[in-house]
């Protein structure tokens, strides 16, 4: 089952509502808070995570709290031909969070980050040199105004 395919439920989503007020809280107390069995809350757990749907614990962590407080997104060009290869070395790259590709002029969105802006010119040549990639823009983030989210996505 892919994470596009699975379909939260009601009870999914109160289970990751409530996590999402308290993400160490036990089994055992979450179900007696939600009136669900432990039995009900860990096989829903399970089958989320064995699903996909679940991102790894460790993208909870904040980029900032790692030493790169710098933040960019990179728009790149390449030869259609070498696609595959593009990703392959994209993925090698820690500094890359994550990658789409997008509708439009621009082949690849990357988003990226780094410890200073020296250290992002490092990161954004080191995309640039990647295989099939012809052209790069790299545009730095100032701040954040509305974190990364889907609480409220969990509500409807």
């Known amino acids: 089952m892919t994470p596009e395919s699975y379909q939260l439920d009601a009870t999914d989503r109160r289970i990751l509502a409530a996590m999402d007020q308290d993400p160490r809280?036990?089994?055992?107390?979450?179900?007696?808070?939600?009136?669900?069995?432990?039995?009900?809350?860990?096989?829903?757990?399970?089958?989320?995570?064995?699903?996909?749907?679940?991102?790894?614990?460790?993208?909870?962590?904040?980029?900032?709290?790692?030493?790169?407080?710098?933040?960019?997104?990179?728009?790149?060009?390449?030869?259609?031909?070498?696609?595959?290869?593009?990703?392959?070395?994209?993925?090698?790259?820690?500094?890359?969070?994550?990658?789409f590709a997008p509708a439009g002029d621009t082949d690849l969105l990357i988003r990226v980050v780094a410890s200073d802006p020296d250290d992002l010119y490092r990161v954004s040549e080191v995309i640039r040199f990647c295989p099939g990639i012809t052209r790069t823009s790299t545009t730095m983030f100032l701040r954040e105004v509305i974190p990364y989210r889907t609480t409220g996505l969990l509500d409807g």
Request: glycine share 6%; net charge negative; charged share 20%.
């Open 25 to 99: 809280i036990p089994i055992m107390m979450l179900a007696q808070r939600l009136g669900l069995a432990r039995g009900t809350v860990q096989s829903r757990l399970e089958k989320l995570a064995a699903s996909g749907a679940l991102r790894p614990n460790s993208s909870r962590v904040t980029p900032a709290a790692l030493g790169r407080g710098v933040a960019a997104s990179v728009s790149a060009e390449l030869d259609q031909s070498m696609l595959d290869d593009a990703i392959a070395a994209l993925s090698e790259i820690p500094e890359v969070l994550e990658c």
